[in-house]
């Protein structure tokens, strides 16, 4: 199976700041990643798909982009509804393979 | 628009079956195959396997081979994923998606294995 490295596994920040998440995959995943966020008691949201697209209706401080196995999800200017967990998936490969998840927390 | 409605809340005792429900709504129910994640607190999100909802084929994470089963009722645009000989590591919050573009997602399914 693909594997997900995600982090970090906790990231706290300020209300403002410009935050990365990464995943980086053990194998050649072409741009088939996409991130959820995920509010408590809520199902996963897709806000990414192809690596670097924004799904509808996601604020454009939210970007994706690649860097060779390297995936990162940036928030440019984060507002306290950003506040959540935030997943990777690999859709290249059966079976599908998510990140661990990070927890986006206010500092 | 596009609709997943699960069943509802499920506590089951260890060795026993239980079978959860996804009704679709708002798109045609066999243009795109559903998709089984489970999400527990300390394996995160795994998946599980996708049904092919015009053929019904099958396909499963290897993890879940034998654990889960998933069958489809076109006549009522609804997915079944039963999970037998239920242990305690099976108590999670199961979710079905439609297609491989996770867009969508149902509410979750909490499923309690519980003596």
């Known amino acids: 199976d693909i594997q997900m490295t995600q982090s970090p596994s906790s990231l706290p920040a300020s209300l403002g700041d410009r935050v990365t998440i990464t995943c980086r995959a053990s194998?050649?995943?072409?741009?088939?990643l996409r991130w959820f966020q995920q509010k408590p008691g809520k199902s996963p949201r897709l806000m990414i798909y192809?690596?670097?697209n924004l799904a509808a209706g996601v604020p454009s401080r939210f970007s994706g982009s690649r860097s060779g196995s390297d995936y990162s999800l940036t928030i440019s200017s984060l507002e306290s509804e950003d506040m959540a967990d935030y997943y990777c998936?690999?859709?290249?490969?059966?079976?599908?393979?998510f990140g661990a998840g990070t927890k986006l927390e206010l500092k | 628009q596009v609709q997943l409605q699960q069943s509802g809340a499920e506590l089951a005792k260890p060795g026993s079956s239980v079978k959860i429900s996804c009704k679709a709504s708002?798109?045609?129910?066999?243009?795109?195959?559903i998709s089984w994640i489970k999400q527990t607190t300390g394996q995160g999100l795994e998946y599980i396997g996708y049904?092919?909802?015009?053929?019904?084929?099958?396909n499963y994470n290897e993890k879940f081979k034998g654990k889960a089963t998933l069958t489809v009722d076109k006549s009522s645009s609804t997915a079944f994923m039963q999970l037998s000989s239920l242990t305690p590591d099976d108590s999670a919050v199961y979710y079905c998606?439609?297609?491989?573009?996770?867009?969508?997602w149902g509410q979750g399914t909490l499923v309690t294995v519980s003596s």
């Open positions: 708002g798109y045609t129910f066999t243009s795109y195959y």
């Open positions: 998936l690999q859709s290249k490969e059966s079976p599908f393979t």
């Open positions: 194998q050649d995943i072409g741009n088939y």
């Open positions: 998606a439609p297609g491989g573009g996770f867009a969508y």
């Open positions: 192809g690596a670097t």
């Open positions: 049904i092919n909802t015009g053929s019904g084929g099958t």
